[in-house]
């Protein structure tokens, strides 16, 4: 099945197949049509199996197909999470890229004043938490008279961290007359004492989690502080030898920090996110794929879709604000019965994602916890790895200004286990041991 089959507006296709999808996920080919068709919906759908898209895709093409009347929101998207809530905001903008929609997000946290300035310019759908929304409910600088669909994402979630009351209360803000669609990883009896007080004869889907990639690839955890991750990380790409990995952080100026950073240690690499030209992100993936770039370093939006068969490691620099996307990223290696690993390095701030990820996938990830690593000390370079046409001039440049500092792939810290070439793992003794199974 095509997303083109689910009945959605060609401008829809279109967004969604140059995100790299072609198929759509069990959750999406049940709910989507239901959504078209105006009905409630009461989804059980952990994360990880494409609900966002599942919702976000149908409320678009009803809104694009209703005629707009006034600036107040039309559409409403309550999440627990500020990171949830940029998350959505994001599926919001790319998936309506050909449709003249308007979108806004409110969360605290974050000065209220720009958060004002775009509900007066008037939007179509807003994102918001709770907490934030009643804050402009209460300021009267927002209008939830005109709100259409309401959507629910992560209803238990919310109701763990008590929101309860607060959703009740902005229910009552909003027309009796709308349509409401419910996800939820669970079913509580205050989720489903709230289904039933908001949802009027819903359609019911239920899919369970896609995680086969999280049981088929080998996982590890560094412990390390924020300001040692790049000297770890270089040194884990020479010590064990890894000829091809593809490393994830959270933004695009990260994604080309480190990729300099990666250079100036002497390790090839090229980044690869949403302000690069095609023609960039090109070059990047083809000198990836051919092994002319060793490291290809990547924000999680512009490596979705991505063609890289027998990926061997995946490198969580940064873990995601969202734990959907930690399964998205490790699914990128172990497939199709090749061994594969993915290694995460968590500094003390992110030790509550990693919780949230664990809580997910239903286990905890093994960790390492290494010492205090030092710089690397400098020296010269001597035969450093070619590197892709494009970027040969760029590359001596910086070899001139810069000589790169290395670490020796002997000075692996004591007591640290990691995974060389072949996906094996190095324990204390140096005896290698199979790296985990396949898909």
Request: charge should be positive; charged fraction near 25%; proline fraction near 6%.
């Amino acid at each position: 099945m095509s997303f083109s089959n689910l009945g959605l507006l060609p401008e829809l296709v279109r967004a969604v197949t140059e995100r790299g999808y072609t198929e759509p996920t069990p959750v999406q080919a049940r709910a989507i049509p239901e959504i078209l068709s105006g009905r409630d919906m009461l989804a059980g759908a952990q994360t990880g199996t494409g609900k966002t898209a599942g919702f976000t895709l149908p409320l678009l093409q009803r809104l694009h197909s209703a005629p707009r009347i006034g600036t107040a929101p039309r559409a409403l998207v309550l999440t627990p999470t500020r990171e949830l809530t940029a998350q959505v905001a994001e599926s919001v903008r790319s998936y309506g890229k050909y449709l003249s929609l308007r979108s806004a997000v409110v969360f605290g946290g974050v000065n209220i004043n720009p958060q004002i300035d775009a509900l007066r310019r008037g939007t179509d759908i807003l994102i918001a938490t709770p907490g934030r929304l009643l804050d402009h409910a209460q300021q009267r600088t927002v209008d939830l008279s005109q709100i259409e669909i309401l959507v629910l994402d992560e209803a238990d979630r919310m109701l763990d961290m008590g929101f309860i009351h607060d959703i009740r209360r902005i229910i009552k803000l909003m027309p009796a007359k709308r349509q409401n669609l419910m996800f939820s990883a669970t079913y509580s009896e205050d989720i489903r004492a709230l289904a039933h007080s908001v949802l009027k004869n819903p359609a019911e889907v239920e899919v369970a989690r896609r995680n086969t990639a999280v049981e088929s690839v080998t996982q590890l955890v560094h412990l390390v502080r924020k300001e040692d991750k790049r000297a770890l990380l270089s040194h884990l790409i020479r010590a064990n030898d890894w000829s091809q990995v593809l490393i994830f952080t959270r933004t695009k100026h990260g994604a080309n920090r480190l990729t300099k950073q990666l250079e100036e240690d002497s390790i090839t690499a090229a980044a690869i996110h949403g302000n690069k030209s095609q023609s960039a992100r090109v070059a990047a993936l083809t000198g990836f794929k051919s092994g002319k770039v060793r490291a290809l370093v990547a924000t999680e939006v512009a490596a979705r879709g991505l063609d890289i068969k027998e990926l061997p490691f995946v490198v969580n620099y940064e873990l995601p604000n969202v734990p959907e996307d930690y399964v998205h990223r490790i699914g990128r290696t172990g497939r199709a019965g090749a061994t594969g690993a993915a290694v995460s390095l968590v500094s003390p701030d992110e030790s509550g994602l990693l919780k949230d990820i664990e809580r997910l996938i239903g286990k905890a990830i093994r960790r390492e916890t290494l010492p205090t690593i030092s710089a690397p000390p400098p020296r010269a370079v001597i035969n450093a790895p070619a590197v892709p046409s494009h970027d040969q001039h760029q590359h001596r440049q910086r070899q001139q200004a810069n000589r790169p500092n290395q670490r020796s792939a002997d000075s692996r810290p004591n007591g640290s286990r990691s995974f060389n070439q072949h996906g094996n793992q190095h324990g204390h003794s140096g005896a290698p041991r199979r790296a985990g199974g396949g898909a």
